[in-house]
C-alpha cells in the first residue's frame, strides 16, 4: 500500500517516480522520525509482490502480529507471491487480510474490481485469523490514467467506493476496511462521510500521531506509520488491545448485535404477541431466535431478523426449521399479492399462501424458474402442491394453477403450459421420445410462434402451424437452416418415415428435410427442391441430398449435392442437374468457375452412338459410350457447330481444348480430326487425308503452320484447305497436292 503516498513523499507528485527503497534499512525520515520507530500498540505490516518472499518467521520475531497482503489490482493483476505471503503469515501465527489496489477508472467499476478480488483472495471467514477485506483507494501512481482521483469527480469516487464495498459484503458478509490518507479523501471525495461505518486504515508518515482523520471518521482501526521500517513492507500499528482484535477478526458480540434486530423484528410483525422466551444465539449458521406466542423471530448476521407466523410458519415447521431446505427468513411476511395471496422469502426457497391454494412450499431450481417468469403473476399462477420427486432419472415436479415445472439433475427446472405442454404430454411427458424440458416456452418467433426445447428435440408452433416436434437430426439440421426464421420455415407435419432406403422426411412451410441411413440429413427448398422434385426425389437418378445447399457461389449461385449428382442454381441459369460423366467433366474445368460457367439445362440424350450433351453458359459437354465427356467452348464449339456437332465429319470431342502451341495456339481432338485455333488465324478442323498430310508436315509447327480456312470440296469432290504458308488439295485420282 501507499504507492501514490511514497511517490508524493518524495518528489511532490504521485505519478512522479521516487528512488528505489530497500525495506528495513535505517535510512532516517524525511520528516526527521527514524526508520526504527514504533508507536505503541500491537504491531502489523502489509506487504505486496515488491517484498517477494517474505521471511515471516523473522517478521514475527519482531514484533508482528497482524499483516494485510496485496491479492489484486484492478482487473488484470493478481500478486504472484500471494500464497507465500498470505499462508507463510498465519503459519507464523498472525491474524492476516487481503486487500485490493483501487484503480476507479469509469471502465472497471467497483463491483467488477470487488468480485475480482474475492476470487483472487480477498475473501474473509469467522476464524478468528482473517481480518476484513481492505480497498488501498489513494494517489494515482500512474499518469496514464489521469490525475490523482482518476479523473473522477467525488460524485462519482464516492459511488464507486460504494460499488465495491456493497459487492465485498454481500461475497463476504463484511463491509471492507478503507486504507486512506486525510488529504486524498478530501480531494478526491469531497470529504464524503458516506462511509462511517467501515474501519478506517489512515496512512500517515513523519508524525507521532495519525493526525487529523477523513471527513466522517471519529477514529481508526489501523494507523499505517512508515513505509521504511521497521518492519518489512509497511509497518502498521492496530488502534485497542489485543482482545480488539480477536474481537474485530471474528465480528463477535453476536448477541449484542441480535437482541435489537429481534426486538426491532417483533415490532414490526405485533400479530407475533409477546415474547414467551430468551433471545437463544449458537444455532445453525451463528444465529439467534426467540419464541413469541404466535411465531419466532430468528437473526442471523447475513439473513437478518425476521417474524413468521400463521399458516406460513406451521408449513416452514414442517421442513424443519433453519436447519431444513428453506433455511433462515430472509424477509418478513408480505402480503397483498394477487389474489389475496402472502409470500415469505427463505434462504432456500419461498412459502406461498393463498385462500384458494393454502400454504405451499417454492425452493431450489423449481423456484427459481418460477421466479423467472413472474411468480403467481404469470401464466402458472400459483402453486397448487408441494414439489414431488422420484420421476424418471431423479427428476421432480410442481403443479401451478397453470401448467407445471418440472426439473432433473441434467435439464435443471422449466415450466410447461398451454398447447405445448399439451402436446408433450400427449408424446408421454418426460418418459417419451423427448425427455424433460431444457427451457421455458419462448414465444416472439416469427409470425407469432413459440418453441420449447426438450432433451430430446423441440416444439414449434405459429399462429397458422399446430405444435410439431422436431427431434435428432432432422432438428439439427432445421437449425443449421436458421430454425423458423430459415428459408423453410415452421415444420407442418411431424417425421414421415418408411422412404427409399429406409429414409424419412419431415415437411415444413417451405421445404422439406430428407433423412437416410446412407446420406444423413439434409434441407431441400426453393428452386433446387422444384428440380429435384421434377426428377423423382429420393426415387429418381439423384438419390437423397447428401448435405444442404452451398450458396455464395460466383455470380450468386448455390449448390447442393445428391447421391447420384449435383444441382447448380444461379439467378440467370435456374436450377439445372448434372451427374454421371458429364458431371465429372465439369467438374474437372472447374465447376461454375472454370471455363464453362454454370449448366443452363439438364442433360439431353438420344443423340449418335447414344450419346447426350448439356448446355452451359459458355459451352457444351458431349458425352458417348465410345469416348467419354468432353467440353467444348468458344470458337471451338462454333468451328464444330458448323460441321454439324457430332453426327458431322468430326464425330464426337476425344478431349478437351489444350493450349500452349506454336504462337499462342491450341487444339481439341475429335473423333474424325483435330479443331486448331490461333489468334491470327482463327479455329478450323481438319479431317480426314488433308488433316493426315497436314499432320506428316509437323502440325502447326511444320512448313505449312495453322489452317486458314475450313476444307472445302467441289462437286468434283477435289477438297482444299488453305494453310499460313500454302495450302493442300485431295482429289479421288491425284490424292493430296501441295500448292
Same mark, same amino acid.
Given at each position: 500500500m501507499g504507492q501514490g503516498l511514497d511517490r508524493l513523499r518524495a518528489t511532490g507528485d504521485a505519478q512522479v517516480a521516487a528512488a528505489v527503497v530497500q525495506q528495513e534499512t535505517a535510512v532516517p525520515r524525511s520528516q526527521g522520525l527514524a526508520a526504527t520507530w514504533r508507536p505503541?500498540?500491537?504491531?502489523?505490516?502489509?506487504?505486496?509482490?515488491?517484498?517477494?518472499?517474505?521471511?515471516?518467521?523473522?517478521?514475527?520475531?519482531?514484533?508482528?502480529?497482524?499483516?494485510?497482503?496485496?491479492?489484486?489490482?484492478?482487473?488484470?493483476?493478481v500478486n504472484p507471491f500471494y500464497g507465500q505471503q498470505y499462508d507463510g503469515a498465519a503459519s507464523v501465527g498472525m491474524v492476516r487480510g487481503a486487500y485490493h489496489f483501487a484503480i476507479p477508472t469509469t471502465s472497471s467499476s467497483g463491483a467488477q474490481q470487488a468480485t475480482y478480488f474475492v476470487r483472487n483472495g480477498?475473501?474473509?471467514?469467522?476464524?478468528?485469523?482473517?481480518?476484513?477485506?481492505?480497498?488501498?483507494?489513494?494517489?494515482?501512481?500512474?499518469?496514464?490514467?489521469?490525475?490523482?482521483?482518476?479523473?473522477?469527480?467525488a460524485t462519482q469516487m464516492v459511488s464507486w467506493i460504494r460499488d465495491f464495498s456493497s459487492t465485498v459484503r454481500a461475497l463476504t458478509?463484511?463491509?471492507?476496511?478503507?486504507? !486512506?490518507?486525510?488529504?486524498?479523501?478530501?480531494?478526491?471525495?469531497?470529504?464524503?462521510?458516506?462511509?462511517?461505518?467501515?474501519?478506517?486504515?489512515?496512512?500517515?508518515?513523519?508524525? @507521532?500521531?495519525?493526525?487529523?482523520l477523513?471527513?466522517?471518521?471519529?477514529?481508526?482501526?489501523?494507523?499505517?506509520?512508515?513505509?521504511?521500517?521497521?518492519?518489512?513492507?509497511?509497518?502498521?500499528?492496530?488502534?485497542?488491545?489485543?482482545?480488539?482484535?480477536?474481537?474485530? @477478526?471474528?465480528?463477535?458480540?453476536?448477541?449484542?448485535?441480535?437482541?435489537?434486530?429481534?426486538?426491532?423484528?417483533?415490532?414490526?410483525?405485533?400479530?407475533?404477541?409477546?415474547?414467551?422466551?430468551g433471545l437463544v444465539c449458537g444455532i445453525s449458521g451463528g444465529g439467534c431466535y426467540q419464541n413469541y406466542q404466535y411465531g419466532q423471530v430468528h437473526w442471523t448476521k447475513a439473513t437478518g431478523a425476521h417474524a413468521t407466523q400463521g399458516a406460513v410458519n406451521t408449513a416452514w415447521g414442517r421442513t424443519g426449521w433453519e436447519k431444513g431446505v428453506l433455511g433462515y427468513p430472509v424477509s418478513d411476511l408480505t402480503c397483498g399479492l394477487k389474489n389475496s395471496g402472502c409470500v415469505q422469502s427463505f434462504q432456500g426457497g419461498n412459502i406461498y399462501w393463498t385462500p384458494a391454494t393454502g400454504a405451499t412450499l417454492t425452493l431450489g431450481a423449481i423456484d427459481g424458474a418460477w421466479s423467472a417468469l413472474g411468480r403467481e403473476r404469470s401464466t402458472l399462477g400459483y402453486p397448487t402442491g408441494n414439489e414431488n420427486c422420484g420421476l424418471t432419472n431423479g427428476g421432480c415436479y410442481q403443479n401451478f394453477q397453470g401448467g407445471q415445472i418440472h426439473w432433473s439433475p441434467t435439464t435443471g427446472a422449466s415450466a410447461t403450459w398451454g398447447p405445448i405442454a399439451l402436446?408433450?404430454?400427449?408424446?408421454?411427458?418426460?418418459?417419451?421420445?423427448?425427455?424433460?424440458?431444457?427451457?421455458?416456452?419462448?414465444?416472439?418467433?416469427?409470425?407469432?410462434?413459440?418453441?420449447?426445447n426438450f432433451q430430446g428435440g423441440q416444439i414449434h408452433r405459429s399462429a397458422t402451424t399446430s405444435p410439431y416436434a422436431t427431434t435428432g437430426t432432422i432438428a439439427s439440421a432445421w437449425a443449421g437452416s436458421g430454425w423458423e426464421k430459415g428459408k423453410i420455415g415452421y415444420p407442418t407435419s411431424n417425421a414421415i418415415c418408411g422412404l427409399v432406403g429406409n429414409g424419412c422426411l419431415q415437411t415444413f412451410q417451405k421445404g422439406n428435410i430428407y433423412t437416410s441411413p446412407a446420406t444423413g440429413t439434409a434441407v431441400t427448398s426453393g428452386a433446387i427442391d422444384t428440380t429435384w422434385s421434377a426428377l423423382g426425389r429420393e426415387r429418381g437418378k439423384l438419390g437423397y441430398p447428401t448435405a444442404n445447399e452451398t450458396c455464395g457461389l460466383t455470380n450468386g449461385g448455390c449448390y447442393q449435392n445428391f447421391q447420384g449428382g449435383q444441382i447448380h442454381w444461379s439467378p440467370t441459369t435456374g436450377a439445372q442437374p448434372t451427374y454421371g460423366t458429364i458431371a465429372s467433366a465439369w467438374a474437372g474445368s472447374g465447376w461454375e468457375n472454370g471455363t464453362l460457367g454454370y449448366p443452363t439445362s439438364g442433360e439431353n440424350?438420344?443423340?449418335?452412338?447414344?450419346?447426350?450433351?448439356?448446355?452451359?453458359?459458355?459451352?457444351?459437354?458431349?458425352?458417348?459410350?465410345? @469416348?467419354?465427356?468432353?467440353? !467444348?467452348?468458344?470458337?471451338?464449339?462454333?468451328?464444330?457447330?458448323? @460441321?454439324?456437332?457430332?453426327?458431322?465429319?468430326?464425330?464426337?470431342?476425344?478431349?478437351?481444348?489444350?493450349?500452349?502451341?506454336?504462337?499462342?495456339?491450341?487444339?481439341?481432338?475429335?473423333?474424325?480430326?483435330?479443331?486448331?485455333?490461333?489468334?491470327?488465324?482463327?479455329?478450323?478442323?481438319?479431317?480426314?487425308?488433308?488433316?493426315?498430310?497436314?499432320?506428316?508436315?509437323?502440325?502447326?509447327?511444320?512448313?505449312?503452320?495453322?489452317p486458314t480456312t475450313d476444307e472445302t470440296c467441289t462437286t468434283t469432290k477435289t477438297c482444299t484447305q488453305k494453310f499460313q504458308k500454302g495450302q493442300l488439295s485431295w482429289s479421288p485420282t491425284r490424292g493430296i497436292t501441295r500448292l
Open positions: 505503541a500498540g500491537i504491531q502489523g505490516i502489509d506487504v505486496s509482490s515488491h517484498q517477494a518472499a517474505v521471511d515471516w518467521r523473522t517478521a514475527r520475531t519482531q514484533g508482528a502480529e497482524f499483516a494485510y497482503v496485496k491479492a489484486t489490482e484492478g482487473t488484470g493483476y480477498g475473501g474473509w471467514s469467522a476464524d478468528g485469523r482473517t481480518l476484513p477485506p481492505l480497498l488501498d483507494i489513494e494517489y494515482n501512481p500512474y499518469p496514464s490514467l489521469g490525475n490523482t482521483c482518476y479523473n473522477l469527480s458478509g463484511r463491509v471492507p476496511m478503507i486504507y !486512506t490518507t486525510t488529504d486524498w479523501w478530501a480531494t478526491c471525495t469531497g470529504n464524503s462521510s458516506a462511509f462511517a461505518d467501515h474501519p478506517l486504515h489512515i496512512a500517515a508518515y513523519g508524525q @507521532t500521531t495519525a493526525g487529523r477523513p471527513n466522517g471518521w471519529s477514529s481508526y482501526a489501523v494507523w499505517q506509520y512508515s513505509s521504511t521500517g521497521p518492519f518489512v513492507g509497511d509497518s502498521n500499528v492496530w488502534q485497542g488491545s489485543a482482545a480488539d482484535l480477536a474481537s474485530f @477478526t471474528t465480528n463477535s458480540q453476536v448477541a449484542s448485535v441480535a437482541g435489537p434486530l429481534v426486538e426491532g423484528a417483533a415490532a414490526r410483525t405485533p400479530a407475533v404477541g409477546d415474547p414467551v422466551s402436446a408433450w404430454g400427449q408424446a408421454g411427458w418426460e418418459k417419451g421420445t423427448l425427455g424433460y424440458p431444457t427451457s421455458n416456452e419462448t414465444c416472439g418467433l416469427t409470425n407469432g410462434g413459440c418453441y420449447q440424350c438420344g443423340l449418335t452412338n447414344s450419346g447426350c450433351y448439356q448446355n452451359f453458359q459458355k459451352g457444351q459437354i458431349h458425352w458417348s459410350p465410345t @469416348t467419354g465427356a468432353y467440353a !467444348t467452348r468458344g470458337v471451338f464449339n462454333t468451328a464444330w457447330g458448323n @460441321t454439324a456437332w457430332e453426327a458431322g465429319t468430326l464425330g464426337y470431342p476425344t478431349s478437351n481444348q489444350s493450349c500452349g502451341l506454336a504462337n499462342s495456339g491450341c487444339y481439341q481432338n475429335f473423333q474424325g480430326g483435330q479443331i486448331h485455333w490461333s489468334p491470327t488465324t482463327g479455329a478450323h478442323p481438319t479431317t480426314g487425308a488433308i488433316g493426315a498430310a497436314w499432320r506428316a508436315t509437323g502440325w502447326e509447327n511444320g512448313t505449312l503452320g495453322y
